[in-house]
Each structure stands twice: as structure tokens, then as C-alpha cells.
């Protein structure tokens, strides 16, 4: 009787897989950190150079409106509101919404989102129901004068724009600077980048300055001390850099001071309509607010020497 023997399984050599050591992973996930580390800042960079251009544009709009308005009414930029003006009997009605210099010019912008830089995170305060208007109609414009705050302690229209109009050229009528007055006008700011505010003058009745006479500084710079009305001035650094913002305004600031908004520095139109980005350190503002005096009727502060620039004219 013949035993056949079964067949035996053949010997598999080297069947291993084969598969990265842990040394190797290792490697590999410090060269992805390190591509990391290195592109995505020049991602946020791009990002942000995008937001820039995007803001330059929204300043180079709301520059040449305000030139269009001057055309249209004596060579003069819009007062800070359209009430309680001096000399006016235009009251403004506290708990209505009033409109601001940046709703005057809306008109010749006809879009009102270029009144808020993409790289202001401040949202909008909306309106509600019970806000009204001069005309007592639900309010669609402008921002609340005095009246009470809303629940979250805001008030309607509040942070509606990112810009601020040069307060030297029109203090709500204390003083208002013709086009004539400008000596130079490739140097003169109109308009630059500014606290979140209302589009509306420099009184705490409109919850935060939107008219300032110089920029926002970082508060850890210290101030030189400078004379108002005096051309002499080559500081022209106001001694406190959030003196005309509201408390809100302060508290936004510290967190992104807004001249060093755009990879630090910020973006601003001149009067000859021209927009251009620069450090904080290149500007030159007023001292302070000096008021109507003998040798200064009109208000209006001069010392722009035309060489860099400057809010005075």
C-alpha cells in the first residue's frame, strides 16, 4: 500500500511589508512643520496685502466724494453732522440717528460698504426697532445721537465706518477750510484709517470720534511736547493719543491700533485725490484743538511744509 505525502507549503522569504521606520516619520513631519512655519505666514501676509489694496480702494472712493462734495458746495468738505451745527437752529434730537459726514457724501460713493476697511474686525452696530430718525421714521442711516444704549451697551450705528475726515478742514463750521486755503494739497490728509466709529464728528454725544485732528498712535510712544498754532512745530504729536475716542473706541484700539492696521502702517487720501499707505512715523498732526482765538478766527491750524504728510494746512 503505497503513502503519498502531502505537498508542504512552499518558504516565503522577505515577506515583510515594507513600511516607513519611525525615525523616517519623524522627518517627515519636521520638514511638514517647517514648510508650515515658513508658508503659512506668507499666506496671512498675501491675505493681508489683499485687505490692504481692498482698503486703499475704499480710501481712494471716499477721497474723491469728498472733492465731488466739495465742488458741489463752495469748496468746503461736509460738517461733522447735519445738526447742532453752530450758528444753526437744527437741533440734534437725542435718541434719533443723525446723519454723520459719511452720510452726506454717500450719495457720490453710492456704496456704503467702502466705509469699512475688511481689516476692521468691529462689527456694525445694527439698528432696532425703536430707533428713529430726525423725521421720527425707523432709522436706516446715520447713528444715534445721546438716547440709551441697547442691551449689549452699544448704540445703533455705531462702529459703521473705518475712516475718519481730517477735523482741521470743517469742526462742524468752528472752523471750515476752503480749497483755497490749502498751500499744499499733494500733503494735506482728507481722509484716513481710524477707531471703528459712527461716520460723524469728534462729540461724545455721537459715541466715538470720527473727526480727528491727528492719528491713533500705540500709547506706548512718548509724546513730544508741542504748541498748537505754532508752524515751528516737527513733532506735532498730540501728548495723549486717545484723548477724542470714547471708551468703546479705546478699548478697540489697544487691540489693533489703527495706523499700523495694514502691515504696520495705515492708508490715506490727500486733496489733490491721491491715496497712498504709510507708517504712522512719516505723519504729522496737531497738538491739540486750540479753538477760535484773536489770531485764529477761522480755527484752521497751518504748519504743512509739503514735504510729508500733515493735517494742518
Request: net charge negative; charged share 15%; glycine share 8%.
Amino acid at each position: 500500500m503505497a503513502f503519498h505525502t502531502l505537498p508542504q507549503p512552499k518558504t516565503v522569504r522577505n515577506n515583510k511589508l515594507v513600511g516607513f521606520t519611525l525615525i523616517e516619520l519623524l522627518v517627515v513631519i519636521a520638514i511638514i512643520a517647517i514648510l508650515a512655519a515658513i508658508l503659512f505666514p506668507v499666506f496671512a501676509q498675501v491675505r493681508e496685502k489683499a485687505r490692504q489694496t481692498s482698503c486703499l480702494n475704499n480710501i481712494k472712493q471716499i477721497t474723491l466724494a469728498l472733492i465731488q462734495y466739495q465742488q458741489d458746495f463752495d469748496e468746503t468738505v461736509p460738517f461733522n453732522r447735519e445738526c447742532s451745527n453752530p450758528g444753526s437752529t437744527y437741533v440734534c434730537t437725542s435718541g434719533a440717528a443723525i446723519l454723520g459726514w459719511v452720510d452726506l457724501i454717500e450719495p457720490y460713493v453710492k456704496n456704503h460698504q467702502v466705509f469699512k476697511c475688511p481689516s476692521d474686525s468691529v462689527p456694525i452696530e445694527p439698528y432696532l426697532p425703536g430707533d428713529l430718525d430726525m423725521q421720527g421714521k425707523p432709522a436706516s442711516r446715520g447713528h444715534v445721537w445721546l438716547g440709551s444704549p441697547h442691551a449689549d451697551g452699544l448704540y445703533g450705528g455705531m462702529y459703521q465706518c473705518s475712516y475718519a475726515r481730517n477735523n482741521n478742514l470743517a469742526n462742524n463750521g468752528t472752523n471750515t477750510a476752503a480749497l483755497a486755503q490749502v498751500q499744499y494739497p499733494t500733503t494735506t490728509i482728507l481722509i484716513l484709517e481710524f477707531a471703528a466709529n459712527s461716520g460723524g464728528g469728534d462729540s461724545g454725544n455721537e459715541h466715538g470720534s470720527a473727526s480727528p485732528f491727528s492719528i491713533v498712535r500705540d500709547p506706548s510712544i512718548t509724546a513730544s511736547p508741542c504748541t498748537g498754532y505754532d508752524p515751528t512745530n516737527t513733532t506735532n504729536n498730540r501728548s495723549n493719543f486717545f484723548a477724542s475716542l470714547a471708551t468703546e473706541q479705546v478699548a478697540n484700539e489697544r487691540s489693533q491700533v489703527s495706523s499700523v492696521r495694514h502691515q504696520g502702517g495705515g492708508n490715506y487720501g490727500f486733496m489733490d485725490g491721491h491715496a497712498r499707505w504709510f507708517k504712522p512715523d512719516r505723519i504729522k498732526g496737531q497738538c491739540a484743538y486750540s479753538g477760535v482765538t484773536p489770531a485764529h478766527p477761522d480755527a484752521t491750524e497751518t504748519g504743512n511744509d509739503g514735504t510729508t504728510p500733515d493735517f494742518r494746512l
